[in-house]
């Protein structure tokens, strides 16, 4: 079946602009994540959707950034007024439930680049 | 808080060759434990598991053990092949998310 997907591949934006990030979950996983992977780092946690509670959204940088999701299907992450430390790769990952988060299902990535 | 330390740089070997990439582990009580790969232009994915302390966890050849005296949860591969090569990820599970290590680039060369 159809694994998770992510659009843009790549994403070159100047400095201050506005940025969404989007991913498709597996179908039927109730439990999304997003992490960021800088260059030379590990992956970063961002935030994770559980179906219709409330995110949690601890790992999420500065109010810059944003996230959301309608029930259990796409996400979008937004970054607003982009700085150069934002460029990195931005993965999007789901899992069947949220107590399954060990088996979490990556997406490819969004590769962005602030110039 | 929890993280996870993984040996630093990449690891380029001859095929055939042993591989062990070096993961430790800070938490408090017993995390489950866990090795990603990404392969190139791939997401990443599962390799392998261990919920409690002297677990082996395996698949593909891989193996990595829970040492909790250790609080490690080293990677090996008796045998490697070029289709092994990829970028390893240890993470360990804490509240509801997974924290991952910074990865290791492996390169296998026939």
């Known amino acids: 079946g159809a694994g998770v997907s992510q659009s843009p591949s790549n994403k070159v934006t100047e400095k201050g602009k506005d940025v969404e990030l989007r991913c498709d979950p597996i179908?039927?996983?109730?439990?999304l994540y997003w992490y960021r992977q800088r260059l030379g780092q590990g992956l970063e946690f961002l935030i994770y959707?559980?179906?219709?509670?409330?995110?949690?959204k601890s790992g999420l940088p500065s109010d810059r950034f944003s996230a959301e999701r309608t029930g259990e299907s796409v996400s979008t992450l937004t970054i607003q007024r982009t700085q150069q430390e934002d460029s990195a790769v931005y993965l999007c990952?789901?899992?069947?439930?949220?107590?399954?988060?060990?088996?979490?299902?990556f997406g490819p990535g969004t590769r962005l680049t602030v110039t | 808080g929890d993280s996870v330390t993984q040996m630093e740089g990449p690891v380029t070997l001859s095929e055939e060759a042993f591989l062990t990439i070096n993961c430790t582990y800070t938490?408090?009580?017993?995390?489950?434990l866990f090795w990603y790969v990404q392969y190139p232009g791939e997401g990443l994915q599962l390799l392998l598991k261990a919920t409690k302390a002297d677990d082996k966890g395996s698949n593909k050849g891989f193996e990595a053990t829970y040492r909790k005296e250790t609080t490690s949860f080293h990677l090996e591969k008796g045998s490697v092949q070029v289709s092994d090569s990829a970028v390893y990820f240890c993470a360990q599970k804490g509240n509801n998310r997974l924290a991952f290590g910074k990865g290791n680039q492996v390169v296998v060369i026939p």
């Open positions: 959707f559980q179906g219709n509670s409330a995110p949690d």
């Open positions: 179908s039927g996983h109730t439990a």
């Open positions: 938490a408090t009580g017993y995390p489950s």
């Open positions: 990952a789901s899992s069947v439930t949220l107590a399954a988060s060990y088996e979490q299902y």
